[in-house]
């Protein structure tokens, strides 16, 4: 389905709608989970993966495997944000 016209413009929409949320909302992150009735709870991954084990918690630092930079290091989700000043290689 990589291949499909249909697929890849749907997600290049998906990826350009998640950008402008960046955006337009930059005080929301990840943070450090969310609160539901007044108790905190940490962002997990509930099934695991196969570089994390079940319930892991997901920190803005952690590694996001396979996704490597040009220096051979995991990407993380802190660097991955759009508004960060090295998220992205510079367009020319």
């Known amino acids: 389905a990589g291949f499909d016209p249909?697929?890849?413009f749907h997600h290049s929409n998906v990826d350009r709608l998640f950008?402008?949320?960046e955006w337009c909302?930059?005080?929301y992150w990840m943070?450090?989970?969310y609160e539901q009735?007044?108790?905190q709870y940490p962002w997990t991954q509930a099934h695991g993966?196969?570089?994390q084990v079940y319930n892991e918690q997901l920190l803005p630092d952690g590694a996001l495997q396979p996704f490597r930079t040009g220096q051979r290091d995991y990407?993380?989700?802190s660097q991955a944000?759009?508004?960060h000043e090295q998220s992205y290689p510079k367009c020319m």
């Open 81 to 83: 944000l759009f508004l």
């Open 25 to 27: 909302y930059t005080e």
């Open 6 to 8: 249909i697929f890849f």
């Open 19 to 21: 950008a402008l949320w």
């Open 37 to 39: 009735d007044g108790e």
């Open 49 to 51: 993966t196969y570089a």
């Open 31 to 33: 943070g450090s989970g």
């Open 75 to 77: 990407w993380t989700s």
